[in-house]
């Protein structure tokens, strides 16, 4: 798929589900208690993961 076409307003954005932001909040749980993240890194991404947004498919991040 090319870049354009990638990129296309065309294709139609996905919202990310309430249980994909449940999941990564768990993830970042279990990080930290596993000494990978501090409190405040955790604070803000779990910032981060409760901002509803869409994505679109295919989306290079």
Do not use: W
């Not at 996905?14 to 596993?34: C, F, K, N, S």
Request: aromatic share 0%; no cysteine.
């Amino acid at each position: 798929m090319s870049e354009s076409t990638q990129n296309s307003p065309a294709v139609p954005a996905t919202e990310i589900a309430d249980v994909d932001r449940e999941i990564a909040a768990r993830q970042l749980q279990l990080a930290v208690e596993d000494g990978e993240l501090d409190l405040a890194e955790v604070d803000k991404r779990l910032a981060a993961v409760s901002i509803p947004r869409a994505v679109r498919p295919n989306s290079s991040r």
